[in-house]
């Protein structure tokens, strides 16, 4: 059985800073995709990045250079790192774990809120 869970979501004002771990539990982690989808109000859930087993790095456009996404395979928890944060970056943002095999697991989210 695997489960995900995010944490470390919250209100910020622009220009601050959140870290967002997500936890899994498992015996996937070190050898799956991990990475972080958002989902604003009336949008589609986009990706924001991501980390391969062997450390590829994939950011969407609009993060590069704001977010950094970091894996501890021995803790089982990969990291979302973000600053300089806009308006704009206000979602749920969901944890996932792309397995070997393509399956995808999806933890349940946490509301990132960006306003002053």
């Known amino acids: 059985q695997v489960s995900l869970v995010e944490s470390g979501g919250g209100l910020v004002q622009p220009g601050g800073s959140l870290r967002l771990s997500c936890a899994a539990s498992?015996?996937?982690?070190?050898?799956?995709?991990m990475g972080w989808y958002r989902q604003g109000p009336g949008k589609q859930r986009d990706l924001v990045a991501e980390i391969s087993s062997g450390g590829r790095l994939n950011y969407a456009d609009s993060v590069k250079g704001r977010f950094t996404i970091s894996r501890d395979n021995a803790k089982n928890t990969v990291y979302l790192q973000m600053n300089s944060l806009k308006p704009e970056d206000t979602a749920v943002y969901y944890c996932?774990?792309?397995?070997?095999?393509?399956?995808?697991?999806w933890g349940p989210g946490t509301q990132v809120t960006v306003s002053s």
């Open positions: 498992g015996s996937i982690f070190s050898t799956s995709t």
């Open positions: 996932y774990a792309r397995t070997v095999g393509n399956y995808v697991y």
